[in-house]
């Protein structure tokens, strides 16, 4: 198993420029997010899918836009960068099941290695 | 809203000392609690998991507990190393009315030096 991977390690855009980072796992988990990492500021959740075809906003969604076309990929997309958008981006995947009264809710997140993007 | 707080923000240690991270968090209605490292300029390694009904879980030398009711828990290392120098991380996802948890708060972390 890769395990969660993402692309690129490093990016360099100029203001406005377009970009998609890239994510993948192959532990066939129903449950992926992107999350972005600011010193001072810790981890903070973009967004998330709990399955193909469903995504949802987390706290700072503002300027990216994500899809969820298979299980295996949740591409994170920057329409229109900007210098606060300079991070390093975590994308992170785990199994999901609905919680049910008396029994186990399993969800050990298994994170990706990083992108780090900077905005000029 | 989940607040989750790590306190000390770093620690500098000597080898061999064993230490105990603290993490705190403000609403204890949670699923289960996790640790994690970061290297520098590295992503995160899942430590330990510890579920709702859980107390402790132990992985060789660490050791993490976990208290719901006075919303906390420590990571227990032991015999400490240079080798476990990094960013130790936890997080709470949150529990909400539909039963099922999207939502993970970390904390900010603890700064660990194990000096040789």
């Known amino acids: 198993n890769a395990g969660v991977t993402q692309t690129p390690k490093f990016q360099v855009l100029k203001t406005g420029q377009s970009m998609t980072l890239q994510c993948a796992q192959d532990?066939?988990?129903?449950?992926m997010s992107w999350y972005r990492q600011d010193p001072g500021m810790g981890l903070r959740l973009i967004h998330y899918?709990?399955?193909?075809?469903?995504?949802d906003q987390g706290e700072v969604p503002n300027g990216y836009n994500v899809s969820r076309s298979t299980t295996e990929d949740f591409p994170l997309r920057l329409l229109s960068a900007a210098p606060s958008q300079t991070s390093v981006y975590f994308c992170?995947?785990?199994?999901?099941?609905?919680?049910?009264?008396?029994?186990?809710?399993?969800?050990?997140?298994?994170f990706g290695p990083g992108t780090r993007l900077t905005v000029l | 809203k989940q607040e989750v707080t790590q306190i000390p923000a770093a620690l500098s240690v000597p080898e061999g000392e064993n230490l105990v991270l603290n993490c705190s968090f403000t609403d204890s209605a949670i699923y289960n609690l996790q640790w994690f490292r970061q290297d520098p300029g590295k992503g995160l390694t899942s430590l330990l998991l510890?579920?709702?009904?859980?107390r402790e879980q132990t992985s060789g030398r660490l050791n993490a507990s976990l208290d719901k009711s006075s919303g906390r828990s420590t990571l227990y290392i032991a015999a400490s190393q240079p080798g476990d120098s990094a960013t130790y991380l936890c997080?709470?996802?949150?529990?909400?009315?539909?039963?099922?948890?999207?939502?993970?708060?970390f904390g900010k972390g603890t700064l660990l030096t194990v000096n040789p």
């Open positions: 510890i579920q709702s009904s859980q």
């Open positions: 532990m066939n988990h129903e449950y």
């Open positions: 899918s709990v399955g193909a075809g469903i995504t």
């Open positions: 992170a995947s785990s199994y999901f099941r609905p919680w049910l009264a008396g029994g186990r809710f399993y969800n050990e997140q298994f």
């Open positions: 997080a709470v996802p949150r529990e909400d009315s539909g039963g099922s948890n999207y939502k993970l708060t």
